[in-house]
Structures are given as C-alpha cells and as structure tokens.
C-alpha cells in the first residue's frame, strides 16, 4: 500500500540521490535546469499524483480484503474458523490504526457489486464501530442486504440490523432475508429470551415507520412458499393494526391457491383480532392512535420479556383506537 509511510521512503530516496551528487552541489547550470522543471511541476501535477497516490491505496486495500475474506464460514471447521478469526482480528486492528487511510477504501469495498459476502457483514460491522454517521449506517445497511444468513450467527444478525431499525432506517430488505431460514431464531441472555422468525420479523419492522414495510410485506406474503414465512408476514401485518393489513389478511385467509396451514393461521389472526376490540379496558386511553402506533414503535426499541408483556396490554389500546 502507498501509504503516508512509503511516500516518505520515495521522497527520501529522492532527496538521498541528489545529496550524493557533488556535481550537483557545484553546478549552477544543473541547478537552473532543476528550478525550471521544479517550476513546471505544477498544482495540477499535484493533483494526478495525489489522485494515483489514492488509487495505489484502494486497489491495496482491495486486495487485502480479497486475502482476508476468500472463505464462507460455514463451510468451514471449527480449527479452520478459529484460523480465520485470527486474520480478521488483524485487519479489523489494522484498519482501526490506520483510519485517515483505511477509512475511506473501507467504504469504497463495502459499496463494490463484487465484495466478498462475508466481508459484506463483517465489513459493515467494523464501519459501524468506526463510525455513527446516517451515511455510513446506510452504507452498512446496503451492503448487509448482499451478506449470506448461512455464514452468520442469526443473532447477531438480528441484533446489528434492530439497532438500525431503532436508528429510524429502512431495514425492510434486510428484515426479510430471515424469511429464508424457517429455523431462524434470536437468543438474548440477558433475559434469557428466544424469539423465533415470527418474533424476530417484527422486532425488525415495528420500529421503523409503516411506509418504509407495510405494502411490500403484503405483497411478499402472496408470493412467499414458505407456510413458517406466510405467518411471520401475517403476524406483522396484524401487529401493523391498519385497515390495510387487516384488508391482506382476510384476503390471504380466503385465496383458496395459499396452503390451508397459512391460512388457517390468518383465520386465527382475524380472530384474536375481533377479540382484542370486544375485550373492555381497563381505564379509557385519552392518547390518539397515532400517538399509540409511535408508543408500539418506541417500545419495540426494547428487545425484552418486559416489553413483549407491556406490548399486549399496549395492542388494546392500539385496536379499540383502530384500525386506520
């Protein structure tokens, strides 16, 4: 890498050269011819070289992320894993030492169609403890929608793309990829708490605002084949409480072409619905709707057991307002 350090060594070089000259030293003609090409040597030389200079670093630093980040995990063994993890704690230390430099060519890989899947996870997490920029976090964010769910631990997966959905991003396209793994699930121990794919879709929405999800979760859910993914879509969108989720969900229960399974769960969904409505409150909220629907959004910031018990009681309140 032409870094700070190697431009030095060239510059040294050159300044070594011409002490060695006596010729040099004495000639006032080589000294003019010198002063004239110093002379030439102009702002926009500067610039080409700078810009070749910036160029050098990126293709170096490409270069390490392609030696760093050639393998997937989980094709991988626990000694091959453990090998691993060694390389990317030096270039996750390398890059943190040298960030005036590294930085920017992080950013610059991250935003390449061809990066590595991995590093496309491993990449982001590393700017996102760089940095805490909106730009970066959606840099982050994009290139995580290209990383491989098998090569992750699905929790913190779960956990990195939340606190973007609390950060008030668009996490829609990365939310949906656990739709791809029926098995997907979350472990927080700090409340000794499992949230399975049906949980985990709707900690990773809810937070965020119904605009950025709400349309493209209802068309998923007529185009999705998995029956465990028809009813993490049909959950959210009930937990959505609008007239339009409540208006696909009693769509979806009566298409005849969806697995009976599905929509057996969406009868259920209409149901549960219809009660939560009837049921009488304890006390009469005076908050409106849409100051409820913010209330749901701030509480599913908070990836608890307390929060899923406060959630129920805050659902009532939330359809005896709606749906709108």
């Not at 590093?119 to 840099?139: C, H, P, W």
């Not at 959905?165 to 996490?171: A, E, F, K, P």
Request: net charge neutral; glycine share 4%; with cysteine.
């Amino acid at each position: 890498m032409i870094g700070i350090d190697s431009r030095r060594v060239i510059l040294d070089r050159f300044g070594d050269n011409m002490k060695g000259n006596s010729q040099w030293r004495s000639s006032r003609t080589i000294h003019s011819v010198l002063c004239r090409l110093l002379g030439a040597f102009t702002s926009a030389g500067f610039l080409v070289l700078s810009q070749s200079l910036a160029a050098a670093q990126i293709t170096s630093f490409h270069e390490r992320v392609l030696a760093t980040y050639n393998f997937s995990p989980h094709s991988l063994s626990k000694e091959e894993i453990s090998a691993k993890s060694k390389l990317l704690d030096a270039f996750w230390a390398e890059v943190k030492a040298n960030q005036a430099i590294d930085l920017p060519a992080l950013r610059e890989e991250l935003a390449r169609p061809d990066a590595p899947a991995f590093f496309e996870f491993d990449g982001a997490k590393l700017l996102l403890s760089l940095s805490k920029s909106r730009a970066d976090e959606i840099i982050a964010l994009s290139a995580i929608s290209h990383a491989d769910l098998a090569d992750l631990q699905s929790t913190d997966y779960f956990l990195t793309v939340h606190a973007m959905s609390v950060d008030g991003l668009n996490t829609t396209t990365v939310a949906l990829k656990i739709l791809e793994n029926d098995k997907f699930q979350a472990y927080i121990p700090q409340h000794a708490l499992t949230l399975d794919q049906e949980m985990c879709l709707a900690y990773l929405l809810l937070p965020t605002e119904e605009r950025f999800y709400l349309t493209t979760i209802e068309q998923r859910l007529f185009q999705e084949k998995s029956v465990v993914a028809q009813k993490s879509l049909l959950s959210v969108l009930g937990d959505t409480a609008t007239k339009q989720g409540d208006a696909a969900i009693a769509r979806f229960a009566a298409d005849a072409s969806q697995p009976e399974q599905a929509r057996a769960y969406a009868r259920t969904i209409m149901g549960a619905t219809n009660k939560m409505t009837d049921l009488p409150l304890v006390g009469i909220s005076t908050k409106s709707y849409e100051s409820l629907k913010a209330e749901q959004r701030q509480l599913f910031a908070r990836v608890s057991d307390e929060a899923l018990s406060d959630w129920y009681h805050l659902r009532l309140k939330i359809r005896h307002k709606g749906p709108q």
